[in-house]
């Protein structure tokens, strides 16, 4: 989290959270809204990070006037629609994420996915595919061997999961640039978006996507991925939060249609920029 998140000039704290403003509901409204009040303000506090947008702003802007009969669900995917919005318009393409000393390795590394770690899918590397479709010129599939032909890079950075743990780890791989480039994917496209061999499925902007340190991850540390980190592919993306970071990708797909993600359809706000 840093400043550029924050769009009121006076407010520089992290705990602080806009007022919740209604904009004189309908009495039957009202009454909706204020029975959700906590609820309201939890999720302001997570959607709008430090922006200070409220939601009577919201009402304006989003064209949900939460006065006939909108529902609350529909005003809270409003609002994290709209934070999409800001955050992609305040998004630098170049501005790195913090990278780290060897020496600040978490060990152990956490494991985390939506399911327990006996679970973890087990998949053979010798006869893996990765799957290209979409906006890309060449759509062939990649063998690992591949993959690893193709120029690769390594960072030291911080994994940030909203379930409220973060944890620096060493990942190698193929710039993501490099590949979509190598794919000749459409990179004036809006999305890329990712199915993985366990149902997992995550999406990703185009201007994230092209970050410099945005990467298609083959190692952890000096090792091929471990099955439990992602084996045999995973993205890694340190200008995200975890979850828009998925393992075991067994398709790429460019396209100009929101493929949206595991948790982001259940209502994790889809950009999740850090
Ligand atoms: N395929 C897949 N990718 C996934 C997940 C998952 O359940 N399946 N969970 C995500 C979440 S919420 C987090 S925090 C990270 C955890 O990655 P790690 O096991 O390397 O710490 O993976 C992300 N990518
Ligand atoms: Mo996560």
């Given at each position: 989290?840093?400043?550029r998140?924050n ?5 520089r704290?992290?705990?602080d959270?806009?007022?919740i403003?209604?904009p004189r509901?309908a ?5 909706v809204?204020?029975?959700h ?12 990070l ?9 009402a304006?802007l989003s064209g949900c006037n939460?006065q006939?009969?909108?529902s609350v669900?529909k005003v809270l ?14 998004f ?9 000393a060897?020496?600040?390795?978490t060990k ?6 939506f ?7 087990e998949?053979?590397?010798a006869?893996?595919?990765?799957e290209v479709s979409?906006l890309?010129a ?8 591949q993959?690893?032909?193709?120029p ?10 909203i379930e409220?743990?973060?944890a620096?780890g060493e990942?190698r791989g193929?710039?993501?640039r490099t590949?979509?480039e190598?794919?000749g994917?459409d990179?004036t496209?809006r999305?890329v978006?990712?199915?993985c061999?366990?149902?997992?499925y995550s999406?990703?902007?185009?201007a994230t996507?092209?970050h410099?340190?945005t990467q298609l ?9 471990p099955p439990k980190?992602?084996?045999p592919l995973k993205?890694r ?18 396209t100009n249609?929101?493929?949206g ?5 259940q ?8």
């Open positions: 989290m840093n400043d998140h769009l009121s000039a006076g407010r704290d992290d705990t959270v806009a007022p403003e209604t509901p009495k039957r409204e009202r009454i809204l204020a029975d009040r906590p609820q309201l303000e939890r999720l302001q506090r997570r959607l709008f430090r922006s200070t947008l409220s939601v009577g702003a919201l304006m939460m006939d009969g909108d669900d995917w409003a609002m994290s629609r709209w934070n999409d919005r800001v955050q992609a318009w305040l630098s393409g170049t501005k790195l994420a913090p990278t780290y060897a020496s600040q390795i152990p590394f956490p494991f985390n996915a399911y327990q770690e006996f679970d973890v899918p998949i053979d590397g006869s893996y595919a990765l979409g890309v060449n759509k062939r599939s990649w063998s690992l061997a993959l690893r032909t193709l690769q890079a390594s960072q030291i950075t911080r994994h940030v999961c409220g743990w973060s620096i990942w193929v710039p993501f590949f979509l190598r794919i994917a990179t496209a999305y978006g990712f199915k061999a366990d149902r997992y999406s990703l902007d185009m996507a092209l410099p340190q991850t083959l190692d952890f540390g000096s090792e091929p991925l980190y992602g084996y993205l993306v340190p200008t995200k939060l975890g979850f828009k970071n998925p393992k075991h990708i067994a398709e790429i797909f460019v249609t929101n493929p993600g595991y948790w982001e359809d209502g994790y706000n889809w950009f999740s920029g850090l």
